[in-house]
Structures are given as structure tokens and as C-alpha cells.
């Protein structure tokens, strides 16, 4: 084991074999990723931010291309960032989660308009 990897916002932490991808790591870690195409690099929905300082392996061309246009944000897929030492990666909020969080808060605000 010569990386770990801490996940934003939950603050878990895993130490990997070099190579991991991100993507195992958050698995390793307990977080669930949702993913579409099973980790080639073809659904964008493992995307994550990684700090500046992170270390992971060299890019490879596929996945540059694949993130052309996003250049410079620190984004990368999950599936195909491989960790190279440490790394902090933040998770971006699940969209059905939040969307559901959305709904069933104005559930509880509409009850609240009819008992009062
Ligand atoms: S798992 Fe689909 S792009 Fe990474």
C-alpha cells in the first residue's frame, strides 16, 4: 500500500496499492459510486474534483479527451484516475439523492402549510 486516498465530504480515508483507480478507492472506502458503463470512461457519472496536490498517475489520452473542455477545474473520472500517493477527491452530491431530498422537502413544507 503506497496511496490514500481521503474522500470529501465524508472524510473517509483508505490506503490503496498504487494504480487503484479512484473509483475502487471510494468502493475500498465503503461510498457507493453510481455508474452506467461499469468503468470505461463512457457515462461521465463517476466524475470527481481532486485537489491540486493530489497525486495520481499521468493522464492517459482517453480520458483527456473525454474531459476536453474541463481542463484547469481538476476533474477527472473516477474510473480511470489512478493514484500515484496521496490524493483528497471530492465527491460530487448524487443528482436522484438530492433530487429526492428536494421532494420529500416540499412534502414537509406543503404538510406544514395544511396543519397551520
Ligand atoms: S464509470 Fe462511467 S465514466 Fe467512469
Known sequence: MNGEVRFLPSGKTVKVRRGTTLLDAARQA???????????????????????????????????HKLAGLEGEHIRLSCQARVAGKVTAEIPPDPLRSAVERLLAKQAEEQDDKLW
Open 30 to 64: 465503503g461510498l457507493t459510486i453510481r455508474t452506467r458503463c461499469g468503468g470505461k470512461a463512457a457515462c461521465f457519472m463517476c466524475k470527481m474534483s481532486v485537489t491540486p496536490d493530489s497525486e495520481l498517475l499521468p493522464i492517459a489520452d482517453n480520458e483527456r
